[in-house]
């Protein structure tokens, strides 16, 4: 059988980590960059990624959903691996800002019924700001969402962590940064 954890790890190894001087999204300077998406816009990255993310999406969820733009490739490939199986668990779209027009929604997708349970996914996390923005509008829209699963947690002082337990959100992660710059 396949190590997919100890291939998908070598990918971010060598095209995700860098090390040098950084501003990250929240502003903060950091020494460790991760940016997932030169490993998640390859086939085989993606493939791995999403069938490693689909063992830690709730059973009872009906689909997966991410802020854009990171979480697009996630959350495509793993309703695609769902769809290979036969297994009904579709992909939502998170918009930053509400659609500008036509139905001016923040979700894109084959929308649930209200009260569905949804788990959200994200690339690399740092304070949690973008996965519980996500969380938030998928909320507001009725559905339910407990848990967000990242591909890389960045270990900021556990701030995702305690971020995600105030949300009440629990929070699975397949490394973390100290797996991928040792």
Do not use: F, W
């Not at 929604?105 to 923005?133: F, K, M, N, R």
């Not at 009725?142 to 971020?163: C, H, L, P």
């Amino acid at each position: 059988m396949p190590n997919y954890k100890e291939e998908l790890l070598s990918l971010l190894k060598e095209k995700a980590y860098r090390k040098g001087e950084y501003t990250l999204s929240s502003g903060r300077k950091s020494e460790h960059y991760v940016n997932c998406k030169p490993v998640t816009l390859t086939g085989r990255g993606l493939t791995l990624a999403s069938i490693m993310l689909l063992e830690h999406v709730e059973q009872e969820s009906v689909a997966v959903a991410g802020l854009t733009l990171g979480a697009d490739p996630l959350v495509s490939g793993v309703a695609v691996i769902c769809g290979l199986d036969k297994i009904k668990l579709d992909a939502l779209i998170v918009r930053k800002e509400a659609k500008g027009h036509g139905t001016k929604s923040y979700i894109e997708g084959d929308l649930p019924e209200e009260g569905a349970q949804i788990t959200v996914l994200e690339d690399v996390i740092t304070t949690g700001g973008s996965a519980i923005q996500a969380v938030k509008r998928l909320r507001d829209a009725g559905y339910v969402v407990n848990r967000v699963v990242s591909i890389v947690d960045r270990q900021e002082n556990g701030e995702a962590d305690t971020a995600m337990k105030l949300a009440g959100l629990e929070l699975k992660t397949l490394y973390k940064l100290d797996d991928i710059c040792e």
